[in-house]
């Protein structure tokens, strides 16, 4: 993302060379009538001593502040051949091409390279002295000219300038100060020296405490405008041979780090001492930790003196580095990450790529859970810029159930509400149940690091935020994972994404704690039972057992407290027959209760239909769909429902307690709060003298129930291998007893005619259900095979994307191609009518 910064050391000391004078120059060679200036500690640092005391002795005796005239030098060096061994004394190079001048061919500069360098060998063998600076082993010239910078700071060679970070109060109790005038050459980093005298009564003063570098003014000012504008510009510091900096942008160390950026291209921060009571891990992680915090430091300095196309672009280059790039998850990266990313929020002005880049990989949510968002130092961010957010936005407070928007009045957003937005994104139809995993392997990893919650708190209310818009997403659409995009029948079988039974419990758990409602609880037990169960009987994996048994007894908790608002909401409508069945048994209500639409309930109370183009309301006047509040429509006033003057309270009583006798005492509290006990129901043989005429009901009804039991047919659930009863509709009885003349008496009778209708026969092209794509095929088989129990149904696909080719275990059943043969339920495939003749 940042490319390495360009070298810019000669292209400025070329500019110092080419106009010295301007530059402060001290040192002035004559040839004739040229004049060539340049500078004194440069010489001394680069210029072979043997040949700086024969030609240059002026250099080593101490002088006024007047310039040192050389004019000795004309008499051994010819001045064309002078000019570019001062160049190269200057740049390691005999003459120096600007970057953005292409003029010259790189073999014609070669060749003058190659002659220059014979010349200047051929006069130190007759002069019989070094020229060049000797490059120590291994070291190119341009090395060794940043070596030779190096050192003349380092030991102040000539330095004629002093860098001070002044800090004004520094508060001393029991001391009376003197600070002492700054030395002449001062070391590198020092502090004003203070003198106390012992007092008898405690006082307090504020003494400046001054920090200063010494350097040299030449390079201050090329290598940077802001200095420039300083020493060479028309401000108080021109005249002074100093410079003050603000220490709460600048401190010992980073200034140090600035100046030696300026003296040799490159960025170095001081090494921390080794702990040897730590492993090389820690010591690393804390070098590592230690450089990032002073490259910070330094570009924030950096911004300061208006560097941000060099030295704060060389400060961003060396943090990739050390991050790898920003795009690692490595054990070292997700601690140093946050860092970075407080950084990048912080100087987004600047740095606006590198927040992007950072805000993309902690939001996407599969890959970044586990090793970005379990870390301390990440919830220490999203503890500071969850209190930042507080303070200056609306937003709420982070807990299970909300999360932050963003703040109307603010102009910009904060870095925890851009974190959350852009996670959400991320979390897909497709990808949720993925994001799910990853949110059980990050929780995993705080307990395991944080058991008792401390600093992991503000990460696990973000993460729980997280998990709660997930969970509600699976639970809304629990069938889409079950039969379109069966991912859930991979945590089962317990392949595709390592998903582990402790996961499968998780998911179960929240979706059935947090995602359970009356819309959507009905849809919940038939993919638990039919399709996660069933797959459990045909995987046969025992660890998935209990969690599957759980959750199904959860779902019938549910459905046994809250059938009615599940009923009233619509929840059965699309349930498969046998799967309803199973539930009528599991909560204890008759088939036909579930399975019949509930105005027919009050058609059959009341001896009347509803009318179909009138819409029904519920009591309270509003239309059904509430959870938890969906109540049956009725009509409001009982007086324009039925004539109660002519009809005998013995009939309604018993009427009512007929038609509720499959229903709950709970909704009967609800819609007709009546006493139904056998105490209050009047006999029917009692009547006054004055009483009006009875209705043609004049007996009350048997207290049977509706039908009577007959045979019945044993099924076995795919859930276990308890046995129950199907109740079955009697040959004898063509109708039933029905109130109102209802239809519905000829429904069992339907059913077993729709299941007739639906048998599977060889030879019939079917549909395979449950898979995401559409599969096609014909039965080539039907009976009962040696690897399972049961009725199984062998299938020719049309295309190969079966598992056998007829045969399982050696054992032939039909023949087909290899890969073209598969072996289903009845119950997984659906029958495609063929077209009707004309």
């Known amino acids: 993302m940042f490319s390495p910064p360009s070298k810019t050391l000669k292209q400025a000391l070329t500019t110092v060379l080419n106009s010295a004078q301007e530059y402060s120059g001290d040192v002035c060679f004559v040839f004739g009538n040229e004049r060539i200036w340049a500078h004194k500690a440069l010489l001394i640092a680069r210029v072979p001593e043997e040949f700086r005391n024969k030609a240059m002795p002026q250099l080593l005796v101490d002088t006024t502040n007047e310039p040192i005239m050389i004019t000795t030098i004309s008499t051994l060096v010819p001045y064309n051949l002078f000019i570019h061994l001062l160049q190269f004394w200057y740049t390691s190079d005999f003459y120096f091409i600007h970057p953005q001048d292409s003029s010259m061919d790189p073999l014609t500069h070669d060749t003058a390279l190659l002659n220059i360098r014979q010349s200047i060998t051929a006069l130190e063998k007759t002069l019989q002295l070094t020229l060049l600076p000797l490059a120590a082993d291994g070291l190119s010239d341009e090395d060794q000219l940043v070596a030779d910078l190096t050192n003349m700071r380092r030991n102040q060679l000539d330095c004629d300038v002093m860098v001070n970070i002044f800090k004004p109060n520094v508060t001393r109790k029991k001391q009376t100060p003197t600070v002492s005038p700054i030395p002449a050459k001062p070391p590198i980093t020092t502090t004003t020296t203070i003198t106390t005298k012992p007092r008898s009564d405690p006082i307090t003063t504020s003494v400046p405490l001054m920090i200063s570098f010494p350097v040299h003014q030449f390079i201050l000012a090329s290598r940077s405008s802001y200095f420039h504008s300083l020493l060479y510009g028309q401000v108080c510091e021109a005249s002074h041979s100093t410079v003050l900096l603000p220490y709460d942008l600048f401190s010992s160390t980073t200034l140090d780090i600035i100046l030696h950026y300026f003296y040799t291209d490159q960025l170095q921060v001081p090494d921390l001492p080794l702990c040897t009571s730590m492993s090389a891990f820690q010591n690393e992680m804390n070098r590592k930790k230690h450089v990032l915090r002073e490259l910070q430091k330094v570009f924030r300095a950096a911004d300061y003196l208006g560097h941000i196309d060099s030295l704060c672009n060389a400060a961003l280059y060396e943090m990739q580095s050390i991050c ?315 007086n324009n429902s039925v004539d109660m003057t002519t009809t005998s309270s013995a009939a309604i009583k018993s009427r009512r307690r007929l038609s509720l006798s499959s229903l709950r005492t709970s909704l009967t509290d609800v819609l007709l709060p009546v006493d139904v006990s056998p105490s209050t129901i009047l006999p029917t043989t009692t009547s006054s003298p004055n009483s009006p005429r009875k209705s043609r009901l004049t007996f009350e009804l048997p207290e049977t129930p509706i039908r009577a039991k007959f045979a019945t047919t044993q099924v076995s659930t795919t859930k276990s291998s308890s046995r129950r009863r199907r109740r079955t509709r009697s040959p004898k009885h063509k109708y039933r007893w029905g109130l109102g003349g209802s239809k519905d008496s000829a429904s069992d009778s339907d059913e077993e005619d729709d299941s007739q209708a639906g048998m599977p026969i060889v030879g019939a092209k079917v549909e395979l259900l449950r898979r995401p794509l559409p599969t096609l095929g014909r039965i080539k088989f039907i009976g009962n095979v040696q690897f399972s129990k049961g009725t199984w149904v062998g299938v020719e696909l049309e295309s190969r994307l079966g598992q056998n080719d007829g045969s399982v275990d050696g054992i032939r059943y039909f023949q087909t191609d290899p890969q073209r043969g598969i072996f289903v339920k009845p119950d997984g495939l659906k029958l495609i009518p063929s077209p009707s003749k004309s």
Request: net charge positive.
């Open 324 to 638: 790898h790039g920003f795009k690692c998850t490595c054990s070292s990266c997700v601690i140093l990450l946050p860092s970075m990313l407080a950084f990048a929020d912080k100087h987004q002005s600047q740095v606006g790529q590198l927040r992007s880049k950072l805000l993309t990989l902690y939001t996407e949510p599969i890959q970044a859970l586990p090793p970005l968002w379990s870390q301390k130092p990440f919830s220490l961010l999203i503890s500071a810029s969850s209190s930042a957010s507080s303070s200056t936005s609306t937003s709420p407070v982070l807990n299970n159930s909300s999360l932050p928007t963003k703040s109307s009045s603010s102009s910009s957003s904060s870095l925890l509400v851009d974190m959350v937005s852009m996670t959400l994104i991320n979390i897909t139809k497709r990808n949720a149940i993925h994001v799910l995993h990853s949110v059980h392997l990050c929780l995993s990893k705080i307990r395991s690091a944080d058991p008792f919650p401390t600093w992991s708190q503000p990460s696990l209310a973000l993460i729980h935020a997280i998990l709660h818009h997930t969970v509600s997403m699976v639970s809304l659409n629990f069938d889409y994972y079950c039969v379109e995009y069966p991912i859930l029948l991979s945590c089962v079988d317990g392949i595709g994404g390592a998903f582990s039974v402790d996961f499968l419990d998780f998911l179960l758990k929240r979706i059935l704690n947090n995602g359970i409602q009356d819309s959507n609880a009905a849809v919940l037990y038939q993919g638990i039972v039919r399709d996660l169960i069933g797959r459990q009987e045909v995987v046969k994996n025992v660890a998935v057992d209990g969690v599957l048994l759980e959750a199904r007894q959860q779902c019938i908790d549910y459905l046994s407290h809250r059938w009615i608002g599940v009923k009233a909401q619509g929840g059965f409508q699309n349930i498969d027959k046998e799967t309803l069945r199973m539930m009528a048994d599991d909560i204890n209500i008759p088939y036909r209760t579930l399975s019949k639409p509930i105005e027919s309930e009050f058609s059959a109370m009341f001896s009347f239909k509803p009318k179909s183009s009138t819409k029904q309301k519920s009591i309270d006047g509003e239309g059904i769909g509430k959870q938890g509040k969906g109540i049956p429509p009725v009509m409001a006033n009982n």
